[in-house]
């Protein structure tokens, strides 16, 4: 109907007024852009899909190597992936959002870790107590709602419910004196608060070591900052500012 015949793939296609394409070395070019997917070895490489690890014992061409080592190289690893990926399309796939999955089998070798297995930690003051008591921790909800706002606000972090910055008034007891500063003790009770967790926290630390760990603590007249409780909390700092006083530096 377009005024040209085409007998078969092998044959020149031509049509008037146009010059004759050659199909077969079309073809051929295109074909010569990709390689192969299978490769030969001579020693079957031993693959173990749970890991995706491919081990090649093949002995390599020394004098290839000297010769070209980088275009070598590739070729064994693109070889020896290829396998893999030969293996992998085996497996019984699904599709998940427009996405082929494999699933993969269970891993055949043992691969060492690089630090010891973690020891379970012993359980803290309160996990113990409440276990004794038959305390059972409930999940709370992340939100809760203000009454005064009228509103549902996050329990803990930024506008969260019931946070000391939304108070721009403060009631004076009657008992207290009435030129103290409310906030001023409000932040001061808080610091208390964060050191007194803290300590708990270097105490359950040291219950857990089984030794003895000297564990510092402040004046009963005085309350920790942040920086105070971080240079506790590392033992080079601690060392640093505990031996300044005594003249003695590190």
């Given amino acids: 109907a377009r005024g040209h015949v085409c ?29 192969s997917i299978a490769v030969d070895k001579d020693v079957e490489v031993d693959i173990d899909l749970g890991n995706l690890l491919a081990t090649d014992t093949n002995v390599l061409d020394s004098g290839e190597l000297k010769r ?36 993969l089998p269970p891993p055949s070798t043992t691969l060492p870790r690089e630090k010891p297995i973690p020891k379970p930690k012993g359980p803290t003051k309160w996990e113990t107590f409440a276990k004794e008591k038959g305390i059972q921790k409930k999940k709370q909800s992340r939100k809760v709602f203000d009454e005064k706002a009228q509103e549902w606000k996050p329990r803990y972090g930024y506008k969260r419910v019931n946070d000391p910055k939304d108070d ?39 219950r857990n070591k089984k030794g003895k760990v000297k564990i ?31 003249h003695k530096y590190h």
């Fill in 7 to 35: 007998k078969n793939l092998s044959t020149m296609c031509e049509e008037p007024g146009e010059a004759r394409v050659d199909v077969d070395a079309i073809l051929s070019a295109k074909q010569s852009q990709y390689k």
């Fill in 68 to 103: 070209n080592t980088d275009d070598y190289l590739l070729q064994v690893a693109r070889g020896n992936v290829q396998i893999l990926i030969n293996q992998v399309w085996k497996l019984p796939t699904q599709k998940k959002e427009d996405v082929v999955l494999a699933e």
């Fill in 168 to 206: 721009w008034v403060l009631e004076v007891p009657e008992n207290a004196d009435q030129f103290e500063d409310q906030f001023e003790k409000r932040a001061k009770e808080r610091e208390e608060r964060v050191s007194k967790n803290e300590f708990q926290r270097l105490r359950n630390l040291a």
């Fill in 216 to 246: 510092p603590i402040p004046p009963p007249d005085q309350t920790w900052n942040k920086e105070q409780v971080h240079a506790c909390t590392h033992p080079h700092t601690c060392t640093r500012t505990h031996t300044h006083t005594h």
